[in-house]
């Protein structure tokens, strides 16, 4: 953390950022993520992409403080996602950050990630939940399918991460301009990377401290988390083939 004497520089920070919360039947969690997010970065702009939710979602997080888009159809995480970052730039703020409407993400950790991208003049700041800091524990065989994924994005971008399916993340304008324009729509985190670095956009890694979900369902959990994982892996190896990147 900054020293006092940079405290209004956080303030400022913190007002310039726009969180993007992408939701889909989240009315059990929606309001605590909300509150969590307006407590722990106050100044902080939220807004919820009700994803074509049937539940009261979109209720919840109003009464909550967030600013509400409601998708009439379900995009899924990629195209809501990409309407947050469309907001966000429609409305002039310098950052946006994306957090999970089901209460994985710890909003005291967005100064993790916001203040390295501010710092090492990124574009991108990825929280990782495996350098380190948190106990965050996953199946043994969602651990080796993310290890394979991170191999194949290093070795299609050249670089180093080790958390690609984290939807923990800030970006800078640049990289708000790109995503609004083109984000991935079958396999965001993970392609999103990829994307990045095809534009020559500045990567980081922070540490940070992440849950399990504890209410609902992941959408990947069990034997679609396996097929998640090898549908993933594919696309990045096909995707390898091609001249241009979507």
Not at 83 to 107: E, K, N, S, V
Not at 120 to 132: A, E, I
Not at 205 to 228: D, L, Q
Request: overall charge negative; aromatic content about 6%; proline content about 4%.
């Amino acid at each position: 953390m900054r020293s006092e004497e940079n405290t209004t520089d956080v303030e400022q920070l913190l007002q310039e950022t726009c969180v993007i919360v992408p939701a889909l039947n989240e009315e059990q969690s929606i309001s605590l993520v909300v509150e969590s997010v307006l407590g722990g970065m106050p100044g902080s702009h939220v807004v919820v992409i009700n994803d074509g939710s049937t539940d009261f979602t979109a209720e919840r997080a109003r009464e909550a403080g967030a600013a509400v888009i409601n998708l009439p159809v379900n995009l899924g995480i990629g195209g809501a996602v990409q309407t947050g970052y469309r907001y966000a730039l429609a409305h002039g703020y310098h950052f946006a950050m994306q957090i999970d409407g089901d209460g994985q993400h710890d909003p005291s950790e967005g100064l993790q990630i916001l203040i390295p991208l501010v710092e090492n003049d990124m574009d991108l700041v990825v929280g990782s939940r495996w350098l380190g800091r948190g106990d965050y524990v996953a199946p043994k065989s969602r651990r080796i399918g993310m290890r394979v994924l991170a191999s194949l994005v290093d070795w299609r971008t050249k670089e180093t991460f080790t958390d690609t399916t984290s939807g923990f993340r800030v970006a800078g304008v640049r990289a708000m301009r790109l995503f609004a324009n083109n984000y991935p729509t079958d396999f965001p985190e993970v392609e999103s990377l990829v994307l990045a670095s095809r534009h020559g956009l500045k990567i980081q890694e922070a540490p940070v401290k992440m849950t399990e979900r504890e209410f609902g369902r992941s959408s990947i959990a069990g034997i679609t988390s396996a097929y998640y994982m090898l549908r993933v892996g594919m696309a990045l190896v096909v995707g390898s083939l091609s001249k241009e990147d979507s």
